[in-house]
């Protein structure tokens, strides 16, 4: 079992930036990739960011590519999601989830763990 906890969210205005982070327990000897999806208002559950156990490979979606960044410390078990230029699109309940798997392409479905999630509201 792997147990992920995110913290980082809040309200920021139009162009600002917020960084959130996941703490992971458990089995993190495990080889895991990790992941940000998230939900807004009314609609489903989204990729946004992906990163590969090594760190050394990442993908996003579309709607954040150059302007949100996914890193990984895997000395401390965490993953972060530093987000720019934030629209009010952006506005949603951020997951930070995990995928035990060897392949260094981090993938954008398929992940086994999630945490509780933090909201993420821009203001316009």
């Known amino acids: 079992q792997v147990q992920l906890v995110e913290s980082g969210g809040g309200l920021v205005q139009t162009g600002g930036s917020l960084r959130l982070s996941c703490a992971a327990s458990g089995r993190t000897f495990s080889p895991f990739a990790m992941a940000w999806f998230r939900q807004a208002p009314g609609k489903e559950r989204e990729f946004a960011a992906a990163?590969?156990?090594?760190?050394?490979?990442?993908r996003y979606a579309d709607s954040v590519k150059g302007r949100f960044t996914i890193s990984r410390d895997n000395a401390k078990n965490t993953v972060s999601l530093q987000m720019n230029s934030l629209k009010p699109e952006d506005t949603a309940v951020y997951y930070c989830a995990a995928r035990q798997t060897i392949v260094d392409s981090p993938p954008t479905s398929g992940y086994d763990y999630w945490g509780q999630g933090t909201q993420v509201t821009i203001s316009s």
């Open positions: 990163v590969s156990w090594s760190g050394g490979s990442t």
